[in-house]
């Protein structure tokens, strides 16, 4: 049912749907992906489907067609590379995006080298390369199953094996022919899967290509293997001409053994019919009645080899017109994948072993600022660095110079060993990212010479209003005073944006430290309450603290973590009119984190302005919803001291109920 109406809504929508699993147990991470998806730019449409634990992905990938897997590596049940793996056991084929918070090159090879297809780091701009990434790696899928469609494709016994003898990969005629599938045969020795020995078999042409890095073929008749082969065995060398592996052709020839048998015994027969035909010559008057019977014998018996050969050369045709056949698939797979290079928006160039450029498709000719025939031929010039993504400088024929990101794979174009690099023009970016780079340089600058200037004249401002209102500089009458508790007020508001402000430009220039220090949250709760109880005292407010004992002392910015708690309190505070406000903490699922909830019973915020509340200069609207007031920078000052401490903080909320606020702070230090 579900197939069916997925395909309903393609046909509505007349965009391709690609089925994605998300397995990511952190909320916020995972809304965001969910947007990037939905609002895809290009003519797809992503049906997601979002797990938090990899139990739950398990359950799904056995049930369900997926297409692709986006994954977290920090799971609940789950973590580090083995996700990858277990994933990977579930359904090898299925493309698999790391998504880390670890910015760590190593971590994600690591990945890699355990099934994933690629690897993004969640502090990147995934709003930029995260559909991007998810298109490629189901570009990569088809073309890998397309290999296989036409490795399988081959009827002779086809397998692949390392410099050690373990076979890598196996074609579906090989794994019939001895009664097994090719997942079962990959990781075995050959001689343990033909052979059943613990050691290579002597009459093995792969030890001879082993030894002199050449193509050998033997004729193999091993009493294990139930048919006779003509083996072939060819080398595969590394750019340094070492070897790496090797490819294991097997031809079962049977039919022409029989062939060869029959023509043998044919000749043989003969050369004894000759034998008694001189004979019988020799004795012509003698045995005239014998020689016309041999004779007639002689006529029988070459009919009948002469049919038999006549069968033995229709065979013979057959497997002609069958590898014909095979040569013409291989013809057509080559010219599709020609194809897709030729349409790739990205610069293809392949370029040989020698680093001499062999091709280029139309898009690297506008790269580059010059047609094919002046590239052609000549040498590629940049590090050829396989299965890494690199930025080099190329030089466009009129335009100058061009920045480019560069990624190579091995390839075997045109039966040689070959090099593809993919080039993806990101001048533009470059040159924008430069543009933001210094625009954010002179907005800081302007934000602390503004604020630091506005903050010497509202000192005297604020130390004059308190000299007149304690009345040091003579008696005031009552609307004097009240008059000037505006102004008070007024004063201490302006002085708060100033230090939001300036607390905000610290953090956006990265110029904020902490100073990790050993202290108790619980204390901290008990001080931020006997400071704000006067405030929600004057509103008949009730403010509760609920405090685990058993959480552990741990590591934080106390003032830090002060302001953040200070700014929800006084916020829930604010925007309550009736009821209470409540602060507890309690001790994580997973025990290593400590969380801190501050719930009201104000009167909630809607689900669609939510994602608003921890946004830049970010306010409500008034009215019968949440009150206005502030900067507009508190929320997003804690998110980014809560970040300083890789931590998280997120709301809830349900209108008419109240909003509770959370934030987590590591027991044990996260790096």
Known sequence: M??????????????????????????VDRRTVERILANCPWPVEFVIESVGSLSEAVECLGSKGHDIVLLDLGLPDSSGVETVHRISEINPHIPIIVLTGLDDEGTGLLAIENGATDYLVKDQSLDKILIRTVLYALARKKETENWWRTFDAISDLV??????????????????????????????????VLHNTSTPWPGCPYQKTHADLKSHTEEINDPLISIPLLVTTSPILDDNGNLIGGVHIAKDVTEQKKAEKLILDTNLQLRETSQKLLNAKQELEKKNEALEKVHKELETRVEERTAELSKANELLKKEIAERKQMESYLRASEANLRKVIVGNPD???????NGIVRFVNPAAESLFGREDKELLGETFGFPMVLDETTEVETIHKTKGIVIVE?????????????????????????EAEEKMKKAMEIKSEFISMASHELRTPLTAIKEGVRLVI??????????????????KRNVERLARLINDILDFQKLESGKMDVDMQKNDVNEIVKEIKETMTPLSSEKGLNLIIELDDSIPIIKFDKDKITQVLTNIVNNAI???????VTISTTKGDNDNIIQVSVSDTGPGI?????????????????GNERKTGGSGLGLAISRKIIKKHNATIWAESEPGKGTTFHFVLPIKERR
């Open 470 to 487: 304690q009345e040091q500089t003579g008696k005031l009458n009552d609307e004097q005073k009240e008059f000037l508790g505006i102004v």
């Open 347 to 353: 610069g293809i160039v392949i370029v040989d072993k």
């Open 606 to 622: 809607k689900n669609e302005d939510l994602p608003k509340l921890f946004n830049e200069f970010e306010q409500l609207a008034g």
């Open 2 to 27: 579900g197939n069916e109406t997925i395909d309903k809504t393609q046909i509505l929508t007349g965009k391709d749907l690609i089925k994605v699993l998300l397995v990511e147990d952190n909320a």
């Open 574 to 580: 604010k925007f309550t009119e009736q009821g209470s």
């Open 159 to 192: 397998f692949i094996q390392d410099k050690d003898f373990t076979i890598t990969k196996a074609n579906k005629a090989f794994a019939e022919a001895i009664n097994s599938k090719p997942q079962d045969i990959i990781g075995k020795k050959c001689y343990e």
């Open 406 to 430: 560069m990624r190579m794979v091995e390839i075997d174009w045109e039966g040689e060993i070959s090099y593809l690099a993919s080039l993806h023009n990101i001048t533009e970016r470059k």
